[in-house]
């Protein structure tokens, strides 16, 4: 998880509030396995997204680093049920898997403002 925000898309805010806009992304993500956000918000979320997965990953051996590793999921999503839901369902389907957990699929302008949209989804 990145400690500060770098240089990129503020997408309209502060760092702090891009941090708690890719927290909540994050959460929802977790939570319905698939959201529809805009292109530049899915492309940004999918780096902590899978940074995220992969400590979940690490979370399951056991051993004095786990509750270290859970403490730090639920730091950055600041939700307890998510932290323990991608823990315990999600992480296990890609014990398997180097990375690539996500998915980002274009679905084209929205109606209102023309913003390009995308699916991001759990693969």
Do not use: C, W
């Not at 998880?1 to 929802?28: C, D, E, I, V, Y």
């Not at 993500?29 to 899978?50: D, F, Q, S, W």
């Not at 296990?92 to 679905?107: H, M, S, V, W």
């Amino acid at each position: 998880m990145p400690a500060t925000p770098r240089k990129s898309a503020k997408f309209g805010g502060s760092a702090h509030h891009q941090r708690l806009m890719m927290a909540n992304l994050a959460a929802s993500l977790i939570a319905a396995e698939a959201i529809v956000t805009t292109e530049a918000k899915a492309k940004a979320l999918r780096p902590i997204a899978e940074k995220l997965i992969t400590k979940a990953k690490k979370a399951q051996d056991e051993g004095a680093m786990r509750v270290h590793r859970m403490r730090q999921i639920q730091g950055y999503l600041g939700d307890k049920e998510m932290t323990h839901k991608l823990v315990t369902e999600v992480a296990p389907r890609y014990l398997e898997r180097n990375g690539g957990y996500l998915r980002i699929l274009k679905l084209g302008p929205r109606q209102g403002d023309n913003a390009q949209m995308a699916r991001v989804e759990l693969v």
